[in-house]
């Protein structure tokens, strides 16, 4: 049984996402049962901390709580400027399911990306709570 599925996509810009949205929003129209739980990652706009990033970021929170939509995708799926803070979320993770002792992590990317994955996942483990496999395919 698999209570929750979060998917994290990790993506240099809004263009090169653009190609997911539109699977993305399937998936939140016949989503029934809030089983999936999608965050997207745009890392280029934190590079800058600039009034423009600073500014969009605000309109992109402000959006998505009075809309519960992402100003750039439309989706329902929360979007984040940056890199993933991916030992934090599974922390919290193991703290929304705590019944929950085996978590499995699927990973595909760039080796630095993967590395990061499995990294958080070796120093969440330590923890007396869920286990995080991880699994992974580099490109």
């Not at 929750?4 to 993305?24: K, M, P």
């Amino acid at each position: 049984l698999c209570p929750q599925i979060y998917f994290i996509w990790v993506t240099r810009t809004q263009r090169q996402f653009e190609w997911l949205a539109d699977i993305i929003r399937e998936v939140e129209e016949n989503d029934h049962q809030d089983l999936v739980s999608v965050h997207i990652y745009i890392t280029q706009l934190a590079e800058k901390f600039d009034l423009r990033t600073t500014m969009l970021y605000i309109c992109e929170r402000h959006f998505q709580k009075v809309l519960n939509r992402s100003l750039f995708t439309g989706l329902r799926s929360i979007t984040h400027f940056g890199r993933p803070p991916f030992e934090p979320f599974f922390n919290s993770l193991q703290e929304v399911h705590p019944q929950v002792r085996k978590i499995g992590v699927f990973s595909c990317g760039p080796p630095g990306m993967t590395k990061n994955v499995e990294k958080a996942c070796q120093l969440v483990n330590r923890q007396d709570r869920a286990h995080f496999m991880h699994h992974y395919e580099n490109f």
